[in-house]
């Protein structure tokens, strides 16, 4: 039996990247959480949790806090993350979130349904129109249609995603595990000033001509006084939240059409389904979750599962690996839209649960029902290609068929 640290070798190498579930197997077998041996290389790491119950327990405590990066004050990237609600702690964590959750209301989720429906038809059209030939299933569908809704949401001018993309990808290249050279860094230095300037612009015309968007909602709330937030946290929380709230959406969508199309009574059920439907995304989200790692430091000296934890010490907790936690999801490599039990751990769980959960999952609800009901006989073209990220694992591109439309 491999041990932790030939496992975590063979996690970070490319083979691993490309499929890392039988590295958490490997994991699995070796017990809920793992103590990794004090060595300089592993820093302020001092355990692997897999464990799906120890893994919620610790995101559900907020005494377990998320250990700022040394130096964070002097990169203009991790100052936009640590004055950000996703990486914050109380009480901060608490009074950004608090502005933001009344954002995300059942009226607000409602309204969004026909923006949903509307993208993605003209998507699903554009589609149509290049035939039935190869077309990119990421580019043409699973990118655009979260992008293009947060924007509608957010505010952001459609006609400014190209050049918004192109920032996302340098700050999500930061985030791997991998990723932290100083060429990426420097990359998403860049990248975050630059957002920053485009979301000061952008607030200072909705003060001029606001709308009904949710930045004109937040600067008015702002201006009034009526919120604890700054504009400098307002900024960064901006950022984050766009980001967070698509691009875990794109790798639902573009994880879970083979998963679909490996199945076909399922993927021809979808449609006039919704329990099905329902069921199909939250298994896309626990199989393929799109986020696999998250991190927490022990407030104090402590003990979880046998395996002690010096306060300050992080646990690496792997949230993908928790998903398939044999203990509590039985059978848990295979897909299976109608499972019970307990859901899974893709958005986070406790306080730092992430906000955009509702929506991606309503646009999973509406656009994949909608995409198999057009084009059934809808195939794979080709191997997909993975992001090749650790912390935002995912497909980049996956060429498809669409095999002509439905016939009336």
């Excluded at 793992?34 to 005494?63: F, M, S």
């Excluded at 420097?186 to 975050?192: F, M």
């Excluded at 059409?257 to 919704?274: F, N």
């Excluded at 084009?375 to 996956?398: N, Q, T, V, W």
Aim: proline letters at 10%; aromatic letters at 8%; hydrophobic letters at 45%.
């Amino acid at each position: 039996m491999a041990d932790v640290e030939q496992l975590l070798t063979r996690l970070y190498s490319d083979e691993g990247r490309q499929d890392p579930y039988p590295c958490y197997a490997g994991l699995h077998a070796l017990g809920p959480i793992t103590a990794l041996p004090p060595r300089p290389e592993h820093r302020a790491i001092a355990a692997v949790a897999v464990g799906y119950d120890l893994v919620g327990a610790v995101l559900r405590d907020p005494e377990w806090y998320k250990q700022p990066p040394p130096g964070w004050e002097e990169q203009e990237i991790l100052r936009t993350f640590q004055t950000s609600m996703m990486f914050v702690n109380p009480p901060d964590h608490g009074r950004m979130r608090h502005v933001f959750a009344g954002t995300f209301t059942p009226r607000r989720l409602g309204a969004l349904e026909p923006v949903i429906l509307r993208v993605a038809d003209e998507l699903l059209d554009a589609m149509a129109d290049a035939g039935g030939g190869g077309v990119d299933f990421v580019a043409d569908f699973a990118y655009p249609l979260p992008a293009r809704v947060m924007a509608e949401f957010i505010g952001i001018p459609e006609a400014d995603l190209p050049w918004y993309r192109e920032r996302v990808d340098r700050i999500d290249e930061f985030l791997d595990v991998a990723g932290k050279t100083p060429q990426r860094l420097a990359a998403a230095n860049t990248a975050g000033a630059e957002l920053r300037a485009f979301y000061a612009d952008l607030l200072a015309h909705r003060r001029r001509n606001p709308g009904a968007d949710l930045i004109s909602g937040l600067v008015e709330a702002v201006d009034a006084g009526g919120v604890e937030l700054t504009e400098d946290e307002l900024i960064s929380n901006l950022i984050v939240l766009f980001n967070a709230s698509f691009v875990t959406t794109v790798y639902m969508l573009s994880n879970g059409l083979p998963l679909l199309l490996a199945h076909p009574e399922v993927a021809a059920a979808l449609p006039g389904d919704p329990e099905l439907t329902a069921g199909a995304v939250d298994e896309i989200l626990r199989l393929e979750a799109p986020v696999h790692f998250l991190a927490r430091a022990a407030p104090r000296d402590a003990v979880l599962g046998g395996v002690p934890v010096p306060r300050d010490q992080n646990v690496l907790l792997i949230i993908a690996a928790a998903n398939r936690d044999p203990a509590r999801f039985p059978d848990p490599d295979r897909f299976d839209p109608r499972r019970s039990g307990p859901p899974s751990l893709a958005f986070g769980i406790g306080p730092h649960y992430c906000l955009g959960a509702a929506v991606s999952r309503l646009e999973g609800r509406l656009a994949l029902p909608r995409l198999l009901s057009r084009f059934p006989r809808l195939r794979i073209e080709g191997r997909p290609a993975y992001s090749g990220s650790l912390f935002l694992r995912g497909i980049d591109k996956l060429l498809v068929s669409t095999g002509g439309e439905e016939s009336p």
